[in-house]
C-alpha cells in the first residue's frame, strides 16, 4: 500500500496540464470538493481508484489528486462485476490491455498500478486499516446497475469512515437525478 518498495507518485513528475481546464469538466466539481486540494496540504495520501479510464493522459482525477500530494493510483478487478450478463471475455482482454498500458505510463513516473481483486469497499477498508486515513478520487462512472450499487456502497463506506471521495464528470451524463428532467 505504498510503503516498503511501493513508491508513491510525486506529483512534481506528472507532466500533465490541469486536464479539461476551461472545456467544463470541473465546472459539475463544486469548491467544497476542490477544497480538497488545500485541505491536506500535501501531506494525506491520494488514492486514485482507476475504473474505466485507464490511461495518464488528460485524466482528471489523477491531475488533481497529484496536484494535492502523493498518488498511490489503483485498480480493483470486483469478482461480482464479471458475474454481470453484460460483461464479457472481450470487455476483460480490453481492460488487460488497457491495464498494461496504465502500468507501463504510471511506471514510467516512478509508480507502479496497484492491482486489488476483491469487492471495493473491503479493499477500500484494508488500505484504511493499514494507511489511515485517505483521499480518494475516480471519474464519476455511468454503468449498469450494479456498476452503481457498487458505487453507492463505496460512498456509504466513505462516509462513514471519514474518507473524502471525489468522482470528476467525464461526460453529459449526470448520476443521481431524480428523473431526466432535473
Known sequence: WGGGGVPLLNPAVLPLPLAGEGRGEFRRVDALRLATLRRYDGAMLQVVWFKRDLRIHDHAPL??????????????????????????????????????????????????????????????????????????????????GWSFGSDVAVGDWAREHGIVWTEVPQNGVIRRMRSRDG
Open 63 to 144: 491531475t488533481l489528486a497529484a496536484a494535492a500530494g502523493p498518488v498511490l493510483p489503483i485498480f480493483i478487478v470486483e469478482p461480482l462485476m464479471w458475474q454481470q450478463p453484460d460483461a464479457s471475455g472481450r470487455h476483460w482482454a480490453f481492460i488487460r490491455e488497457g491495464l498494461i498500458e496504465l502500468r507501463e505510463s504510471l511506471a514510467n513516473l516512478g509508480q507502479p498500478l496497484v492491482i486489488r481483486r476483491g469487492e471495493a469497499v473491503a479493499v477500500f477498508e484494508a488500505l484504511r486499516s493499514k494507511r489511515g486515513a485517505f483521499v480518494l478520487w475516480s471519474h464519476e462512472e455511468t454503468g449498469n
